[in-house]
């Protein structure tokens, strides 16, 4: 299903297209790819050098000693497997609490004609435009009024609120771009509105729920303002603020500091991997009829 | 959101059954971000006409006292233009690169899951430590980008990127763009996704050449989540703090800044809490014009 | 189950979730005292020596508790503003010249009636003076650093050169050890992150002030025209320093010399230390800051200080007070590089052969005025020795148009 081909082209044709098409894919992919990935390369290389080989100038590429054992004393340093832990509840709690809400606000968006429905969108998409920076002291008295401070549930629910914006509008772009007609036909074969929905719209906008879910795990494990303020406990310290351990005032331990920036995103690619499948569709072929 | 303008029913009067049903659909959502979001920002927009004390508290009525003080700032109007310039100067690039791209991972070739990993790298990576790495690499004497520049025979003396405005916001600039790109590409890409085999098929059938297809299929079927992401981008990108704040904080003398960072600034180190309220309240002001402004442009076709 | 039933007990679920909410409090209360202390991170080493003192402290006091909150540098101030506005400060706070602001707004616990005249005696009077504004004592010293001029024992050794100890000898050895692009002789890092080190360098230097007696700015004096002017041709002049100067900030700065591409820089007493883990073949000398009319050495404290807000002060100074009990202190300031406040620590490391030769230099140093609005000030003045010294902007009419908003808007005088 994936892109311009199917089956029915001649073999021939195919041969020679697909070739043009692979340099042209090629072409474009290689050149952003290398780019995307030098940094990471250089932070690979950085978390595996020793302290007196980082500031060299002209830099080195490789480092002259492994370091592995950077690896390990990281761990030693500051607790890393806690702020792992506490990382993931922030990020899972908030996808979690994030798609359960704007499921259904996207659904009634894209499907049902209501009144004030463009008013709504606006106002959500409004929400957006505010950085946390600029409600961070309102926030911050609004969670200590309601006991909230250095608690789990008032970074995900804050962080819920700040993806709604961008939730909504994604999910609900993906359902528009869904016939309707296809859940019609069930709910005219008897089905109920939740069924049709369960069983038919969310199946085929698959990609699109795993984009919104991809960007608000992405987010709230990245998060930094809201997390540092609200928290005033190492208990509850997730990795973006475990990895200051590593910047001082005055100095920084970049080796330690990649090493540990390395091992942070690797949750999250592995978490991409599992689920990227879904970011390939497939099964709209057939569904219509 | 095909007929995104028209949202009138034919009943004026009675809520319908179906109305009831999206209500509640939109009830814990509307709760949400009015409790977190729009409760503090009324009370920071309301603030921005009070004058307030170290602390961010209110202390007396001053009309536009604080706007009046904003716009006399000399920097003020540099730090717009460079906002508009980050802004426009990162999310053009970001679209047309990241369409391109999602256009390419749509087709199934050799590499393409690796691909999609290395994607998602400075995506997964929390922007602060990506500013800092970035931070690292420009410097002129112990940075990699000069090291690489001369190794390619690109450059034969080291450039100094952060030393001036003039080759250290491009830079940043760069950055914003290669941190963009990814997210950017997986939205669009999961909107490619969702064209239906079928339309593909038939235009096949009737011999519609690559081109056409493109134009004529992929791109209008795009449109939605098309706009969906460059307005979010253009919003995201222009609140965007950690990658100026990092590299190189605004130096020198607030040349490099752009609206949140000197936001910041005059929040938090100046505690200076009546310009940082009225600059939210223009901050918001920009944005809410820009997207009407934008969907008008994009849906004024259609009619 | 029906659609009606999953509404309703999505209703229900989000209902318990916002009870929970208001109603389920924060930490558990118990016969124990809690005391919440916001630290500042230095270095990978601060955690582990807190929650060792706590440790221990928490052993001989064992009806008190202490919450650590390790804050980083750079968001120190946007969390410690945003406490104080929904009064919710931290017991103890260790943080820089801030504290004076804090003490001006009446925030700060006064501590003269904690200590007795033993416990004052500890200290090292100059840095003690630092922590007392309009009379009361607000701060206790934590620790120290000053600053020297460094520069590299080889490059000097090679051009044949004496460290300079005048202005006119340190443009002498600039000239000598330049070569640009490939060596700049001197490192001049004056930005937003703190260029009022080096402004203080120059200014005081050449014999002016940042504020006089009525606390009126006055970097605008015929010294600090001077200074600015010395800096500004040393850039554009003489070119003997490093391109980043306005951007790249005072620890990037470092590094490079650490690369072994700058000749000379002014910077902290820690310098050393980081340079051997760095670059262990780099040999480091240092001087005091060359003296142009009048010779003068910059000092910094961050301190340590008690909110009037907190219900703990009692248990709270006991902290404070066994931080400098037994070798606690000491054990910091050696862990961290930096400089101790007491007596006794000063007399046990002056033979370290890192913190020693600083040590000396303590009793001279001068602090920076005791201004509550310190922070903007120097963003203004550092600000408009940037503009004049890249020649946006007249250097004389910077300096009066800093002096005059400084003035008018931030100091109200």
Same mark, same amino acid.
Request: glycine share 6%.
């Given at each position: 299903?994936?892109?311009?081909?199917?089956?029915?082209?001649?073999?021939?044709?195919?041969?020679?297209?697909?070739?043009?098409?692979?340099?042209?894919?090629?072409?474009?992919?290689?050149?952003?790819?290398?780019?995307?990935?030098?940094?990471?390369?250089?932070?690979?290389?950085?978390?595996?050098?020793? /302290?007196?080989?980082?500031?060299?100038?002209?830099?080195?590429?490789?480092?002259?000693?492994?370091?592995?054992?950077?690896?390990?004393?990281?761990?030693?340093?500051?607790?890393?497997?806690?702020?792992?832990?506490?990382?993931?509840?922030?990020?899972?709690?908030?996808?979690?609490?994030?798609?359960?809400?704007?499921?259904?606000? /996207?659904?009634?968006?894209?499907?049902?004609?209501?009144?004030?429905?463009?008013?709504?969108?606006?106002?959500?998409?409004?929400?957006?435009?505010?950085?946390?920076?600029?409600?961070?002291?309102?926030?911050?008295?609004?969670?200590?009024?309601?006991? /909230?401070?250095?608690?789990?549930?008032?970074?995900?629910?804050?962080?819920?609120?700040?993806?709604?914006?961008?939730?909504?509008?994604?999910?609900?772009?993906?359902?528009?771009?869904?016939?309707?007609?296809?859940?019609?036909?069930?709910?005219?074969?008897?089905?109920?509105?939740?069924?049709?929905?369960?069983?038919?719209?969310?199946?085929?906008?698959?990609?699109?729920?795993?984009?919104?879910?991809?960007?608000?795990?992405?987010?709230?494990?990245?998060?930094?303002?809201?997390?540092?303020?609200?928290?005033?406990?190492?208990?509850?310290?997730?990795?973006?603020?475990?990895?200051?351990?590593?910047?001082?005032?005055?100095?920084?331990?970049?080796?330690?500091?990649?090493?540990?920036?390395?091992?942070?995103?690797?949750?999250?690619?592995?978490?991409?991997?599992?689920?990227?499948?879904?970011?390939?569709?497939?099964?709209?072929?057939?569904?219509?009829? | 959101?095909?007929?995104?303008?028209?949202?009138? +029913?034919?009943?004026?009067?009675?809520?319908?059954?179906?109305?009831?049903?999206?209500?509640?659909?939109?009830?814990?959502?509307?709760?949400?971000?009015?409790?977190?979001?729009?409760?503090?920002?009324?009370?920071?927009?309301?603030?921005?006409?009070?004058?307030?004390?170290?602390?961010?508290?209110?202390?007396?009525?001053?009309?536009?006292?604080?706007?009046?003080?904003?716009?006399?700032?000399?920097?003020?109007?540099?730090?717009?233009?460079?906002?508009?310039?980050?802004?426009?100067?990162?999310?053009?690039?970001?679209?047309?690169?990241?369409?391109?791209?999602?256009?390419?991972?749509?087709?199934?070739?050799?590499?393409?899951?690796?691909?999609?990993?290395?994607?998602?790298?400075?995506?997964?990576?929390?922007?602060?430590?990506?500013?800092?790495?970035?931070?690292?690499?420009?410097?002129?004497?112990?940075?990699?980008?000069?090291?690489?520049?001369?190794?390619?025979? #690109?450059?034969?003396?080291? #450039?100094?990127?952060?030393?001036?405005?003039?080759?250290?916001?491009?830079?940043?600039?760069?950055?914003?763009?290669?941190?963009?790109?990814?997210?950017?590409?997986?939205?669009?890409?999961?909107?490619?996704?969702?064209?239906?085999?079928?339309?593909?098929?038939?235009?096949?059938?009737?011999?519609?050449?690559?081109?056409?297809?493109?134009?004529?299929?992929?791109?209008?079927?795009?449109?939605?989540?098309?706009?969906?992401?460059?307005?979010?981008?253009?919003?995201?990108?222009?609140?965007?703090?950690?990658?100026?704040?990092?590299?190189?904080?605004?130096?020198?003398?607030?040349?490099?800044? #752009?609206?949140?960072?000197?936001?910041?600034?005059?929040?938090?180190?100046?505690?200076?809490?009546?310009?940082?309220?009225?600059?939210?309240?223009?901050?918001?002001?920009? +944005?809410?014009?820009?997207?009407?402004?934008?969907?008008?442009?994009?849906?004024?076709?259609?009619? | 189950?029906?659609?009606?039933?999953?509404? !309703?007990?999505?209703?229900?679920?989000?209902?318990?979730?916002?009870?929970?909410?208001?109603?389920?409090?924060?930490?558990?209360?118990?016969?124990?005292?809690?005391?919440?202390?916001?630290?500042?991170?230095?270095?990978?080493?601060?955690?582990?020596?807190?929650?060792?003192?706590?440790?221990?402290?928490?052993?001989?006091?064992?009806? !008190?508790? !202490?919450? @650590?909150?390790?804050?980083?540098?750079?968001?120190?101030?946007? =969390?410690?503003?945003?406490?104080?506005?929904?009064?919710?400060?931290?017991?103890?706070?260790?943080?820089?010249?801030?504290?004076?602001?804090?003490?001006?707004?009446?925030?700060?616990?006064?501590?003269?009636?904690?200590?007795?005249?033993?416990?004052?005696?500890?200290?090292?009077?100059?840095?003690?003076?630092?922590?007392?504004?309009?009379?009361?004592?607000?701060?206790?010293?934590?620790?120290?650093?000053?600053?020297?001029?460094?520069?590299?024992?080889?490059?000097?050794?090679?051009?044949?050169?004496?460290?300079?100890?005048?202005?006119?000898?340190?443009?002498?050895?600039?000239?000598?050890?330049?070569?640009?692009? $490939?060596?700049?002789?001197?490192?001049?890092?004056?930005?937003?992150?703190?260029?009022?080190?080096?402004?203080?360098?120059?200014?005081?230097?050449?014999?002016?002030?940042?504020?006089?007696?009525?606390?009126?700015?006055?970097?605008?004096?015929?010294?600090?025209?001077?200074?600015?002017?010395?800096? =500004?041709?040393?850039?554009?002049?003489?070119?003997?320093?490093?391109?980043?100067?306005?951007?790249?900030?005072?620890?990037?700065?470092?590094?490079?010399?650490?690369?072994? =591409?700058?000749?000379?820089?002014?910077?902290?007493?820690?310098?050393?230390?980081?340079?051997?883990?760095?670059?262990?073949?780099?040999?480091?000398?240092?001087?005091?800051?060359?003296?142009?009319?009048?010779?003068?050495?910059?000092?910094?404290? $961050?301190? @340590?200080?008690?909110?009037?807000?907190?219900?703990?002060?009692?248990?709270?100074?006991?902290?404070?007070?066994?931080?400098?009990?037994?070798?606690?202190?000491?054990?910091?300031?050696?862990?961290?590089?930096?400089?101790?406040?007491?007596?006794?620590?000063?007399?046990?490391?002056?033979?370290?052969?890192?913190?020693?030769?600083?040590?000396?230099?303590?009793?001279?140093?001068?602090?920076?005025?005791?201004?509550?609005?310190?922070?903007?000030?120097?963003?203004?003045?550092?600000?408009?020795?940037?503009?004049?010294?890249?020649?946006?902007?007249?250097?004389?009419?910077?300096?009066?148009?800093?002096?005059?908003?400084?003035?008018?808007?931030?100091?109200? =005088?």
């Amino acid at each position: 299903m994936h892109g311009f081909y199917t089956e029915q082209r001649t073999k021939m044709k195919l041969g020679l297209e697909r070739k043009i098409n692979f340099i042209l894919i090629y072409a474009v992919v290689i050149p952003i790819l290398l780019i995307i990935i030098f940094p990471f390369l250089v932070m690979v290389l950085t978390s595996l050098k020793p /302290s007196d080989e980082i500031y060299v100038s002209p830099p080195y590429w490789l480092p002259k000693k492994l370091l592995y054992k950077n690896y390990v004393d990281i761990w030693r340093y500051v607790r890393l497997a806690h702020y792992f832990t506490n990382s993931g509840i922030y990020a899972i709690g908030t996808t979690v609490l994030t798609i359960f809400v704007a499921l259904p606000a /996207s659904y009634a968006v894209a499907r049902i004609n209501f009144r004030g429905r463009m008013a709504f969108l606006f106002l959500i998409l409004v929400t957006q435009m505010f950085s946390p920076i600029v409600v961070i002291i309102s926030l911050y008295k609004m969670m200590a009024f309601y006991h /909230s401070l250095n608690t789990y549930r008032s970074i995900i629910i804050t962080y819920a609120a700040f993806n709604q914006a961008f939730s909504i509008w994604l999910l609900t772009g993906y359902f528009s771009s869904i016939p309707k007609d296809i859940e019609e036909a069930a709910m005219i074969d008897g089905c109920s509105r939740f069924s049709a929905v369960l069983r038919i719209l969310i199946p085929l906008a698959k990609p699109g729920i795993v984009a919104t879910v991809i960007f608000v795990f992405i987010w709230a494990w990245n998060e930094f303002l809201i997390v540092f303020t609200f928290i005033s406990t190492d208990k509850l310290w997730p990795l973006t603020l475990g990895i200051y351990g590593f910047i001082g005032k005055y100095k920084i331990l970049w080796n330690y500091l990649m090493a540990v920036s390395f091992l942070t995103t690797l949750p999250v690619v592995v978490l991409f991997l599992l689920i990227e499948k879904q970011l390939v569709s497939g099964l709209t072929a057939g569904a219509i009829k | 959101m095909n007929d995104m303008r028209n949202g009138y +029913l034919v009943k004026a009067t009675k809520i319908t059954r179906t109305e009831k049903v999206a209500y509640v659909c939109l009830l814990p959502s509307l709760v949400l971000v009015t409790a977190v979001i729009f409760y503090p920002v009324i009370k920071t927009f309301i603030s921005s006409f009070f004058a307030m004390d170290l602390y961010g508290n209110i202390e007396h009525f001053a009309g536009l006292n604080n706007f009046k003080r904003l716009f006399k700032e000399d920097i003020f109007i540099r730090v717009f233009i460079n906002t508009l310039y980050w802004t426009l100067g990162m999310v053009v690039p970001t679209i047309i690169i990241s369409l391109i791209l999602s256009l390419a991972l749509n087709n199934r070739f050799f590499g393409r899951k690796f691909s999609r990993a290395i994607l998602i790298l400075p995506w997964a990576a929390s922007i602060m430590i990506s500013a800092l790495l970035w931070r690292w690499l420009f410097n002129g004497e112990y940075g990699m980008v000069n090291r690489l520049l001369h190794d390619l025979h #690109i450059i034969k003396n080291n #450039i100094h990127w952060l030393a001036s405005p003039k080759t250290s916001f491009p830079a940043m600039i760069f950055v914003g763009i290669i941190i963009s790109i990814p997210f950017t590409t997986v939205t669009l890409l999961a909107g490619l996704q969702s064209i239906p085999d079928e339309l593909y098929e038939a235009a096949r059938v009737d011999g519609a050449n690559k081109i056409k297809v493109l134009f004529k299929i992929t791109l209008p079927l795009l449109k939605t989540v098309f706009f969906i992401v460059t307005t979010l981008n253009f919003i995201y990108i222009f609140n965007s703090f950690p990658i100026i704040w990092v590299i190189t904080r605004g130096n020198p003398a607030n040349q490099t800044d #752009i609206i949140i960072t000197y936001l910041y600034e005059k929040a938090f180190l100046y505690q200076d809490f009546g310009i940082a309220s009225a600059l939210s309240v223009i901050t918001f002001l920009l +944005l809410l014009i820009f997207s009407v402004l934008y969907a008008w442009l994009l849906y004024r076709a259609e009619d | 189950m029906s659609k009606k039933r999953i509404l !309703v007990l999505i209703l229900v679920v989000v209902f318990l979730f916002s009870l929970q909410l208001v109603f389920a409090g924060g930490g558990g209360k118990g016969k124990k005292a809690t005391i919440k202390f916001m630290a500042a991170l230095y270095s990978d080493a601060t955690t582990p020596f807190w929650n060792d003192l706590i440790a221990a402290f928490e052993k001989e006091y064992p009806n !008190v508790h !202490v919450d @650590l909150d390790i804050v980083n540098w750079d968001n120190v101030y946007q =969390k410690t503003t945003t406490l104080i506005s929904a009064k919710q400060e931290p017991d103890i706070l260790n943080t820089d010249t801030i504290m004076v602001q804090y003490a001006d707004q009446g925030l700060l616990e006064p501590l003269d009636g904690y200590m007795d005249e033993s416990f004052k005696n500890e200290f090292i009077p100059s840095l003690l003076k630092s922590g007392v504004y309009n009379g009361k004592t607000y701060g206790l010293p934590l620790l120290a650093s000053v600053r020297a001029l460094f520069y590299n024992e080889d490059v000097f050794e090679k051009a044949g050169i004496e460290p300079p100890e005048t202005a006119e000898d340190f443009v002498k050895a600039c000239l000598a050890i330049n070569n640009p692009p $490939d060596f700049y002789a001197f490192g001049m890092p004056i930005t937003n992150f703190e260029g009022q080190a080096y402004i203080s360098y120059f200014l005081w230097s050449a014999g002016g002030r940042w504020e006089d007696e009525n606390g009126r700015c006055v970097v605008n004096s015929e010294a600090g025209l001077r200074a600015l002017n010395f800096a =500004k041709d040393l850039v554009n002049k003489y070119k003997v320093v490093y391109p980043g100067w306005s951007t790249v900030n005072r620890d990037d700065t470092q590094k490079v010399m650490i690369s072994e =591409k700058i000749g000379m820089m002014m910077t902290a007493n820690f310098f050393p230390t980081i340079a051997k883990s760095e670059n262990p073949d780099l040999r480091l000398g240092f001087v005091p800051i060359p003296k142009d009319r009048e010779q003068s050495n910059l000092g910094i404290v $961050d301190s @340590l200080m008690i909110f009037k807000r907190s219900e703990h002060k009692e248990d709270a100074f006991n902290f404070i007070k066994f931080y400098y009990s037994g070798k606690w202190h000491e054990r910091f300031v050696k862990a961290e590089g930096m400089l101790p406040a007491t007596k006794e620590a000063a007399s046990d490391l002056a033979s370290d052969p890192d913190l020693g030769p600083f040590i000396k230099l303590l009793p001279n140093a001068k602090f920076w005025p005791l201004e509550p609005r310190w922070e903007p000030m120097v963003l203004e003045v550092i600000k408009a020795w940037q503009i004049a010294i890249l020649g946006q902007k007249d250097p004389k009419e910077a300096l009066d148009d800093a002096a005059a908003k400084i003035n008018k808007e931030i100091l109200g =005088k």
